[in-house]
């Protein structure tokens, strides 16, 4: 059977899978000889076992490499549990996790990818408001903030990006998906827009995808202090156990844009 995948009425692409092993909620995973298991959001796909580290270990990573000491990290619907297995690998960090979807956590348990990071006893998971959640959380409570899901922020809310704010610690940084450059560029335009009103530092940077249109997808930092490529910490970047994908090279090169690009690009971005 085939997975179809759809940017608009601009371009679509099919992945083959064998069968659907959990539905609920509009969380499913799919089986795939090729891909691995393959999780999907409201009929997206966010990641496949194969390119799980591509993705999470770019978001993760990169975040945490910029901060020059990161002790607590919001993940923000990440009750799949890939973004809390990557920050488990550094010593230190405590991670709090907001879900929306409930069926998030029964489909890590049917993957049987990251189920046991969220049973860590520096993960704290909360299933509920997004809304309530970050609105009660208290000032400069979060070094690091990772907007997962982006398909279903809406980044013109100021109230939600002003809360995110005000919860970072003084030179706290948050890392948003940020769509696609080749196919969804005002999208993509969006979600850098949404940083520059607050943050003095504003950057894209891309991963690879398997199963996303286009392959190459793309974040976006906003950094109250640290600059993502300037301020990298070496030692943390390229010492840490575990990694299979990210090393400080990576690092530095995901932020590299084409002149082009950059001109298309260069009101929404501050470095």
């Known amino acids: 059977m085939w997975l179809t995948q759809a940017v608009g009425d601009i371009v679509k692409c099919e992945y083959s899978v ?27 796909a966010q990641y496949c076992e194969h390119d799980s580290a591509m993705r999470h270990e770019i978001m993760v990573h990169t975040a945490i490499c910029t901060h020059e000491d990161p002790k607590n990290v919001l993940v923000i619907d990440g009750g799949d549990g890939a973004l809390a297995h990557e920050l488990l690998k550094h010593k230190g960090v405590n991670v709090d996790i907001v879900e929306r979807n409930g069926a998030a956590l029964e489909a890590a348990s049917v993957a049987g990818l990251y189920a046991d990071a969220l049973e860590d006893r520096r993960v704290a998971v909360t299933v509920g408001s997004l809304d309530y959640f970050i609105s009660s959380a208290e000032d400069e409570s979060y070094d690091i903030v990772l907007v997962n899901r982006f398909d279903d922020i ?107 690009t950059f001109k298309k690009l260069k009101e929404y971005i501050k470095r």
């Open 18 to 44: 064998k069968e659907r092993i959990f539905e609920k909620d509009g969380v499913e995973i799919y089986s795939s000889g090729y891909f691995g298991k393959t999780l999907l959001f409201g009929g997206k």
């Open 154 to 260: 809406e980044f013109s809310d100021r109230a939600f990006f002003d809360n995110i704010y005000r919860i970072l610690t003084e030179k706290g940084l948050v890392v948003t998906d940020a769509s696609s450059q080749l196919f969804d560029m005002s999208g993509h335009k969006a979600a850098l827009s949404a940083l520059c009103d607050s943050f003095r530092i504003v950057m894209p940077f891309c991963y690879t995808s398997m199963v996303r249109v286009g392959g190459e997808q793309w974040f976006a930092m906003g950094s109250k202090f640290f600059h993502p490529t300037a301020d990298i910490n070496l030692q943390r970047a390229d010492l840490t156990d575990g990694y299979e994908y990210y090393n400080s090279d990576v690092h530095i090169s995901r932020f590299a844009l084409p002149e082009s």
